[in-house]
């Protein structure tokens, strides 16, 4: 048996899983997978997080990938890092770089076990900025310096894909050879706040075969976290498992407990279970109605495109999320299928990400935006400090 076809039904415990720690963020990024922006009041307390990663030690789970919102807003959030790695958990986090100073720079740099990766979505500030927020590029840029300066080689440099930064690839790729990183670039899935500009963010047909080419040329360099499969029905197929590994070799948990088959789908149609339950994180894992569903082993779709596709044994029907956001059948086509299928799909089903009646994500924790005298205006008295900047008070440091 091939090893994608072991893992497509399923393993005793995660690869890894990704784990929300808080919806606060300082950012208000337009493609925000999670929706974030206010802390949840019902967030996993500190006492409740350790549980959880004494569950996943005995699970024997290699790593936990951290994110949010901002996961370092988190006033525990240190504690908790030293609580995994000491208990044999390793650490990947994912951050902003606001709060990615010279001494926790050099704080990483003391650690083996926990790895640092710093978002970016465009090459230059009138790329990134639109979608990060103005100032966001500079403020990235001097995490990196810090993290440079601290002696921290093979950080990672987090890219989110779209029509306006594919032309950037090779650009994205020296800034990571500056700095010593690795470059990973992850697919815009229409989940969260991305719903609505996916249509019009993700790349065209002509920037997927742009990517697929470069990837091809560049991948044993660069990280997808399997985020391209689809892409495989240009020929040859990507490096990685190239499989959706939803609720077979990943999965989220998310800032309340409550557990989805992957980050791109927080959504009730997708929630496992929460670790709050009996028998915690292991009983969702292991028996979830979901999460056997989904390990049923893939075959050709009976009736739809992808059964008479001859890409089906390499793109295995794409993306579960990007095809449950635009309105699509689970056993359609990905709405960026190669081939076209997706984009026919669409047409004739009149859906899209955004599209009335197309499933929405089941939470929103985006800051308010009140409508004041006919137009949308920024509040400016937040009920919380937090609630409007979780970083109130703090002033980022300023690139020499």
Not at 100 to 129: E, F, H, K, W
Not at 180 to 185: M, P, S, T, Y
Request: charged content about 25%; proline content about 6%.
């Amino acid at each position: 048996m091939k090893l994608v076809d072991e893992f497509q039904l399923g393993l005793e415990a995660p690869i890894c899983l990704t784990w929300e720690l808080t919806y606060a963020c300082n950012l208000e990024c337009v493609h925000c997978l999670s929706s974030s922006g206010r802390r949840d009041p019902n967030e996993l307390s500190t006492e409740e997080c350790k549980a959880i990663i004494d569950e996943l030690e005995r699970m024997q789970v290699f790593y936990v990938n951290i994110g949010g919102g901002e996961p370092t807003v988190r006033r525990d959030f240190w504690e908790l890092v030293d609580y995994a790695t000491a208990h044999h958990v390793g650490v990947k986090f994912s951050t902003n770089g606001s709060k990615i100073t010279l001494d926790v720079a050099r704080r990483l740099a003391a650690s083996d076990y926990v790895d640092v990766q710093i978002s970016l979505d465009g090459a230059t500030p009138d790329v990134n900025d639109p979608i990060r927020g103005e100032g966001t590029f500079d403020m990235a840029m001097t995490a990196m310096d810090n993290l440079k300066a601290a002696g921290v080689e093979n950080f990672k440099i987090s890219v989110v894909t779209t029509r306006e930064n594919i032309g950037q690839l090779d650009r994205f790729k020296a800034i990571a050879d500056h700095y010593k990183a690795q470059l990973r670039i992850t697919r815009l899935r229409p989940s969260g706040r991305a719903v609505d500009v996916w249509d019009d963010l993700h790349p065209t047909a002509d920037q997927q075969r742009e990517l697929y080419d470069w990837l091809m040329a560049n991948g044993e360099n660069v990280l997808t976290g399997d985020s391209f499969f689809h892409l495989a029905a240009f020929g040859d197929p990507l490096a990685g498992l190239n499989l959706c590994g939803a609720g077979r070799v990943v999965c989220l948990i998310d800032p309340v407990g409550d557990v989805y088959a992957c980050p791109f789908t927080i959504h009730d149609e997708f929630l496992a279970g929460n670790v709050r339950s009996p028998g915690g994180f292991e009983q969702v894992w292991k028996h979830s109605e979901l999460f056997e569903s989904l390990r049923v082993p893939l075959a050709p779709l009976e009736g739809g495109a992808c059964s008479s596709c001859d890409a089906f044994d390499t793109c295995r029907g794409g993306c579960m999320a990007a095809k449950f956001f635009t309105g699509l059948p689970l056993d359609g086509p990905d709405p960026e299928c190669v081939k076209g299928y997706g984009e026919t799909a669409l047409v004739a089903a009149g859906s899209g990400a955004g599209a009335a009646g197309v499933p929405r994500p089941s939470v929103d924790h985006s800051k308010p935006v009140p409508v004041m005298m006919g137009r949308q205006s920024r509040q400016t008295r937040p009920d919380r400090a937090c609630d409007e900047s979780p970083l109130a008070g703090f002033e980022p440091a300023v690139r020499p």
